[in-house]
């Protein structure tokens, strides 16, 4: 019987040692993918990892066998989009791109399409409005790339847009925010046509842009909640100023893949001019009526 009893013992010990082994092997295993990935200093903080190792501007190592794109921003049109991945790529060193075109046309793409127009070639750190149409399929093609979304107030969003597409308010003699005229409708580019289409109950372009920006944003957030990975946000009003301090905030965000230079010379000259109504008071803009039903999505 004590022989017995020693030998369960010892079998009790050996599987108790064969897990505890299994375990650290595990708890290693999700230390390096973790920490080779996101939030690597929050380990150096804890001690997990020595702090004098330096684990910042691993990209070209991470992507040496990929031609996918390193960072890719999100953000709703005219809402700072360009002017931030062009401050990004400058300090970081590393090429950006503003726009892929196939994207406007909202149609599916395939694997192989996906990756070919996404090419690092490209651009390093990529941008598109569109983007969050496919960007669970950038996501699965590219599981190494790392987001980041732009926000700016709806209003100066919708105003942005409206300047840049000459929209104006209703008025008698010319009725341009009249988006049930067909012939207003037909003159809208086409890569801006889909800020539109979604709601046909609503005659004004400016409460259909209002409502497509809240929609927009609701996407970029059920998105957020499939990948496993911290998706950082830059305001652009935080932008606008202080472009130094928060496109350098937003470079550490992805330390692990690039160097950024602290010294980099901000602000530089923006691709797109200012809107014509920047900076105008919005309750002298637009009307009351309008200004209030704008006010009430946001609000929502």
Known sequence: FIDAMVEVLQYRAIKKICLLFTA??????VVYEYTAIDDIFKFKKNNIIDDTIDLTGRGYQVFANSTCPWIFGLGHQKSGTSAIVDALGVVANVSARI???PMWNRKNLSNIQLLSILHSKYGIIQKEGHGIQYAYEIAQVC???RFYVVQRDLLQTVRSVADRLDLKEGGENVNKDNCSN????RRLPNGWK???EPYKNDTSCFIRLAKHYVAYYDQIAKFEETIPFHVPHIEYEDFNQNATSSILQLCHSFDYYLNCDKKAVLPFKQRQGRGKNRGKNL???WSPSLLNKLNYIKQQ
Do not use: K
């Open 24 to 29: 650290i092997l595990l708890f290693q295993r």
């Open 99 to 101: 726009d892929i075109p």
């Open 143 to 145: 599981p190494l790339t």
């Open 182 to 185: 067909p012939e207003v409708f």
């Open 194 to 196: 889909p800020l539109f």
């Open 283 to 285: 309750t002298i803009l």
